[in-house]
Antibody
Framework: EVRLLESGGGLVQPGGSLRLSCAAS????????MGWVRQAPGKGLDWVSV????????YYADSVKGRFTISRDNSNNMVYLEMDSLRAEDTAVYYC???????????WGQGTLVTVSS | DIQMTQSPSTLSASVGDRVTITCRAS??????LAWYQQKPGKAPKILIY???NLESGVPSRFSGSGSGTEFTLTITNLQPDDSATFYC?????????FGGGTKVEIK
C-alpha cells in the first residue's frame, strides 16, 4: 500500500524558513519522481515542484523559484521541501505527491498546513 | 506557460443526471491531461489520466475524452458521493498547471 506522510508544517513569520518532510512507503522509491502541490485556503491546486527518481531533474513553479528547494534521500525514502523567504501568499496546505512515471500524480499525502503570518 | 480553463466553476445536478465538465488548454497538450476529484478536507484523488484512461478502482460512471486543447469529464448517473470539486491538470511540459476547479453540488 502506498503511503505518503507529510510533516513539518506550522506557523512562521514572513521572511522566515520552514522545512517540510514526506515519508514514503509501499513502492520503489528511488525510481519514482516525487513532488509537492499546494492549496491555499479555499483556493485551487497549485503545483510547486518535482524531483526525478535519481534527483537529477528538478523543476519549480516560477512563484517559488529561488526561494524553495526540493531534495530527496533515497536511502530513507524521504522527500523534502526547504522553504525560505516565506510570504503570506505561501500560506497553504502542502501535499506530497507521487508521480506515475513522468506523468500525473497517482498518490497524494494528506497534507501539512503552512501558515505565514506575523 | 500553458493555462488550463475549466467550466463551469460550479454546477448543481440531481442524482441520476449526466454532467459534463470542460477543460481547455491554452495550447496543444496532446492527451497529456489528468482529472482529479477532491472532497472537502481531503487530498485530491486521481480519476482519469491521458485524457480518457480510468484509474484502477474508479467507478465506470466517470469518463474522459478530448485531445489537443479541449477535454471533457463526464459523470453519468450522478451519485450523492460524487459531490466534490474536480480539477484538470496538464502534464505536457513544465510548469505543470491545474484548472481552477469545478464544484459539483447534488440538488
Amino acid at each position: 500500500e502506498v503511503r505518503l506522510l507529510e510533516s513539518g508544517g506550522g506557523l512562521v513569520q514572513p521572511g522566515g524558513s520552514l522545512r517540510l518532510s514526506c515519508a514514503a512507503s509501499g513502492f520503489t522509491f528511488d525510481t519514482t519522481a516525487m513532488g509537492w502541490v499546494r492549496q491555499a485556503p479555499g483556493k485551487g491546486l497549485d503545483w510547486v515542484s518535482v524531483i526525478t527518481g535519481a534527483g537529477g531533474g528538478i523543476y519549480y513553479a516560477d512563484s517559488v523559484k529561488g526561494r524553495f528547494t526540493i531534495s530527496r534521500d533515497n536511502s530513507n525514502n524521504m522527500v523534502y521541501l526547504e522553504m525560505d523567504s516565506l510570504r503570506a501568499e505561501d500560506t497553504a496546505v502542502y501535499y506530497c505527491v507521487k508521480r506515475a512515471d513522468t506523468t500525473y500524480f497517482d498518490f497524494w499525502g494528506q497534507g501539512t498546513l503552512v501558515t505565514v503570518s506575523s | 506557460d500553458i493555462q488550463m480553463t475549466q467550466s463551469p466553476s460550479t454546477l448543481s445536478a440531481s442524482v441520476g443526471d449526466r454532467v459534463t465538465i470542460t477543460c481547455r488548454a491554452s495550447q496543444n497538450i496532446n492527451r497529456w491531461l489528468a482529472w482529479y476529484q477532491q472532497k472537502p478536507g481531503k487530498a485530491p484523488k486521481i480519476l482519469i489520466y491521458k485524457a480518457s484512461n480510468l484509474e484502477s478502482g474508479v467507478p465506470s460512471r466517470f469518463s474522459g475524452s478530448g485531445s489537443g486543447t479541449e477535454f471533457t469529464l463526464t459523470i453519468t448517473n450522478l451519485q450523492p458521493d460524487d459531490s466534490a470539486t474536480f480539477y484538470c491538470q496538464h502534464y505536457n511540459n513544465y510548469p505543470l498547471t491545474f484548472g481552477g476547479g469545478t464544484k459539483v453540488e447534488i440538488k
